[in-house]
């Protein structure tokens, strides 16, 4: 249940959120503006703007997953400032997600899941998911979601959650 949790759902949001980023470039186009605008706009003073909530959303799915199978997650520096270097970050991201596999999830679910920041606390990789990873991963998407709104970007609630796996009888 993991697995499908974080790679398969993770997967899916960061694949929406790219292309979240292609209609605000071609917003940008159109209204005939920098994107730079876009990418660094933000809710409110004291909240990350766009290209922090994509990076964060990056780095969400990736340790979490490699958290809870105790692989090696991709480096990242925190240095994009471009739409093509975000969308390069996201593509990384996904590729990454796309090795994993159902059985790397074995034994993650009474893992011991700790962040330097938790001060020698510790969730089990049940919990680190359900409580924390999922959670934030949704913050961050959607606060790029909503930057991106607010900004009149057209986006309505099917660009956020994607393709549906509808089933017929």
Not at 3 to 13: H, R
Not at 18 to 40: E, G, I, R
Not at 118 to 127: C, H, P, Q, R, V
Request: proline share 4%; aromatic share 10%; charged share 25%.
């Amino acid at each position: 249940m993991l697995y499908e949790l974080t790679v398969i759902q993770f997967s899916k949001m960061l694949t929406n959120l790219d292309q979240l980023l292609d209609k605000a470039s071609a917003y940008a186009d159109t209204k005939k503006f920098n994107l730079d605008v876009l990418l660094n706009a933000r809710l409110a003073p004291d909240q990350f703007h766009l290209i922090r909530q994509v990076q964060i959303a990056c780095d969400t799915a990736k340790l979490a997953v490699a958290r809870l199978t105790g692989k090696t997650a991709p480096v990242h520096e925190d240095t994009e400032t471009t739409l093509a270097e975000l969308k390069a970050r996201i593509n990384d991201v996904v590729h990454y997600l796309a090795s994993m596999t159902p059985q790397d999830f074995d034994g993650a679910k009474e893992r011991h899941v700790s962040q330097p920041r938790w001060e020698g606390k510790y969730l089990t990789g049940f919990d680190y998911a359900i409580q924390h990873a999922i959670p934030n991963l949704y913050f961050h998407v959607t606060t790029a979601y909503a930057i991106l709104r607010h900004n009149g970007v057209d986006l309505g609630k099917k660009d956020y959650l994607g393709a549906m796996p509808f089933k017929t009888e």
